[in-house]
């Protein structure tokens, strides 16, 4: 906790797009299996997008197409594009940070992450 930072968070309206950023102050994030989460009010976080080691990226099957998960190598940032948005999106939105890799039913838990960040408010309006 307090390695990770994310930001990129806002208010938009259905339709939009947005971009969430996720720097490390620490470590290298090439070491790291990265990934998306996200929670909405009342509800438990959700997994959103991963990204491992070779750069093989996996996806909530509900997200596919909408969202896209990367990574700047050069800038040590992982990065997530929304488009598309719908209110459903509205969540605190995280990133998190593992160096082991998970079995596929795993990928998207959060109990495979040791570091998080933060979070980051992102708000769809109708």
């Known amino acids: 906790q307090g390695q990770l930072a994310a930001s990129g968070g806002g208010s938009v309206q259905a339709g939009g797009s947005l971009r969430l950023s996720c720097s490390a102050s620490?470590?290298?994030?090439?070491?790291?299996?990265m990934a998306w989460f996200r929670q909405a009010p009342g509800k438990g976080r959700e997994g959103v997008a991963r990204i491992d080691l070779a750069g093989r990226i996996y996806y909530a099957d509900s997200l596919k197409g909408r969202f896209t998960i990367s990574k700047d190598f050069a800038e040590n940032t992982l990065y997530l594009e929304m488009n598309n948005l719908v209110p459903e999106d509205t969540a605190v939105y995280f990133c998190?940070?593992?160096?082991?890799?998970?079995?596929?039913?795993?990928?998207?838990?959060?109990?495979?992450?040791?570091?998080w960040g933060q979070g980051t408010q992102v708000t769809v309006s109708a």
């Open positions: 620490r470590h290298t994030l090439n070491n790291f299996f």
């Open positions: 998190a940070a593992d160096p082991r890799p998970a079995s596929v039913p795993e990928r998207l838990r959060p109990g495979s992450y040791q570091y």
